[in-house]
């Protein structure tokens, strides 16, 4: 069904989500209340105060009614959620733990838990426990046998010098200009998330056009990665004074040129091409020869697709792993035809054949 997207609501988060048309939303990213339970004012050694989470949202008067919250909430978030979408939500250990419980409670398949290790975390001024210096979000599924959702693989593989991405991220806290103030210059939201983890999350696990809510969606910054990434956004948020400095925030927003959206594509996804498709479209003949990487054995191309070098034959795969006695071999890389400029892999014909289908 249809949906307004990049919107703002302000009001409650259940009463919207409630009001919004069901699977109809790619994706949920949730920053919820912490339920901190505070017990007092923290100082520093120099007696000033840290600026703390005691905002009212953050307050519940036992776990159960936390728990009662959380449930409404994510249940409300799963009925919106398209078939193949799924959730991510960030928390701290005083409240994921209960998170977690209940996703998996309410039918939502976890696919990682991902620690976000602060670079620059606040010290424990106290000294009397470990320095909090992580978050942990959860990658969730909409259900337990959903065979799709969206990942983009290799554009993380890329993004880490082509490595695979791991799930410990290292990112730094919200800070310096990205950091929005209040009229009296403190910090405006004392939570605010930095648009990098916003950025990883959407360029893995989105596309270009598709619509991410954010139920708790404070001053905005998944609502400005949105934009600025060619997705599309669905803010809930109650405090309108939060609403308003995420409106103004996302307004001076400038996307990225949707040509340079393109991330790098799953091979997985890429078409199948025989090698006798290589053959069919004339790209290679029978009789044709081809080479190791090297040069120094060689095997001649016949009608049906297979190789023969002597007495041995098989396809481009079984024939390398024979002469280079190996337990498999990718053929499109291992065997090579000679051209103007010396060996060239097989594997050029492919991607030309794929070009033309494209």
């Not at 009001?19 to 100082?43: I, M, R, T």
């Not at 307050?59 to 936390?66: G, K, L, V």
């Not at 419980?101 to 602060?118: E, I, M």
Request: charged letters at 25%; glycine letters at 8%; one cysteine or more.
């Amino acid at each position: 069904m249809a949906i307004e997207a990049d919107r703002i609501i302000v009001g409650d988060c259940i009463e919207a989500l409630n009001a919004l048309p069901e699977k109809s939303v790619d994706l949920v990213f949730a920053d919820p209340p912490y339920n901190l339970q505070l017990g007092g004012d923290l100082h520093r050694p120099d007696n000033s105060k840290v600026d703390a989470v005691d905002d009212d949202w953050d307050r519940f008067a036992s776990f159960e009614e936390y728990d009662r919250f959380t449930r409404a909430w994510l249940a409300a978030s799963r009925r919106v959620l398209k078939d193949d979408g799924a959730l991510w939500v960030i928390g701290s250990y005083h409240n994921v733990f209960r998170v977690g419980s209940a996703l998996q409670d309410l039918g939502f398949w976890l696919l990682n838990d991902v620690v976000w290790r602060k670079s620059n975390p606040m010290p424990n001024f106290k000294g009397t426990r470990f320095t909090n210096a992580h978050e942990t979000l959860i990658w969730a599924a909409k259900s337990r046998g959903q065979k799709r959702y969206t990942f983009n693989y290799d554009a993380m593989k890329m993004a880490n010098d082509d490595l695979q991405m791991r799930s410990d991220w290292t990112l730094p806290l919200c800070t310096g200009e990205e950091r929005l103030k209040g009229e009296d210059g403190h910090k405006a939201h004392p939570t605010q998330k930095p648009e990098a983890l916003l950025h990883r999350v959407l360029l893995s696990t989105t596309k270009p056009g598709e619509i991410v809510l954010d139920p708790f969606f404070g001053t905005g910054t998944t609502g400005a990665a949105a934009k600025r990434l060619g997705r599309r956004y669905i803010g809930i948020e109650r405090d309108e004074g939060y609403a308003r400095l995420a409106e103004a925030r996302i307004k001076g927003v400038i996307p990225v040129d949707p040509a340079l959206l393109d991330v790098a594509g799953s091979k997985r996804a890429e078409p199948r091409i025989p090698f006798g498709t290589i053959i069919e479209a004339g790209l290679l003949s029978p009789g044709d020869r081809l080479y190791c990487p090297k040069g120094k054995r060689e095997a001649r191309v016949r009608a049906d697709g297979s190789l023969v070098a002597g007495e041995l034959s098989g396809s481009i795969h079984k024939l390398g792993a024979l002469l280079d006695q190996a337990p498999a071999c990718n053929g499109w890389t291992f065997w090579h035809m000679k051209t103007d400029r010396g060996l060239a892999s097989i594997d050029t014909l492919r991607i030309k054949v794929r070009a033309g289908m494209a």
